[in-house]
């Protein structure tokens, strides 16, 4: 999974991450994980300062 908004000429090498998808407990009980869609993408990066979007601008 991304860890962010890559772009091609960014000069940034992409940064991606492994995620958990479900967690076993010691007695068997499985916790299954999802994660929310995607919501920032490099066309719809929001201005610095306030947001209330999940990703925000970084230099």
Request: aromatic share 6%; proline share 10%.
């Amino acid at each position: 999974m991304d860890n962010r908004a890559d772009a091609v000429g960014d000069n940034s090498a992409s940064f991606e991450r492994s995620r958990l998808a479900a967690v076993l407990s010691e007695t068997g009980a499985q916790l299954d994980v999802h994660y929310a869609p995607v919501e920032c993408t490099v066309p719809t990066l929001p201005e610095p300062g306030p947001s209330t979007k999940r990703c925000y601008p970084v230099k």
